[in-house]
């Protein structure tokens, strides 16, 4: 139980690659369904949710993150929302 509840946490952090900006935790795209699968692999082995974060980032890019941090890399996945509602 401990387990599933630290992976539904992490699933709604989590953006599918695939989808425009819905979380796996919602997707029905093959890659979120591995993702969730991944995710809970992980967490059995006993992997710190910041681990398990790090791995997806390492694997799909900082855009795999629904709050990706803010840095000089990412600054276009802040500001482009902006950006669009403006134009």
Do not use: N
């Amino acid at each position: 139980l401990a387990h599933e509840s630290r992976a539904a946490r992490l699933f709604h952090e989590l953006r599918c690659v695939v989808c425009a900006g819905e979380p796996v935790s919602e997707s029905s795209a093959e890659v979120a369904v591995d993702m969730r699968r991944a995710v809970r692999g992980m967490i059995a082995e006993g992997k710190s949710e910041e681990d398990i974060r790090q791995f997806l980032v390492s694997r799909y890019g900082d855009a795999v993150l629904l709050a990706p941090p803010l840095r000089p890399g990412t600054w276009l996945l802040w500001l482009a929302p902006v950006v669009l509602l403006f134009l």
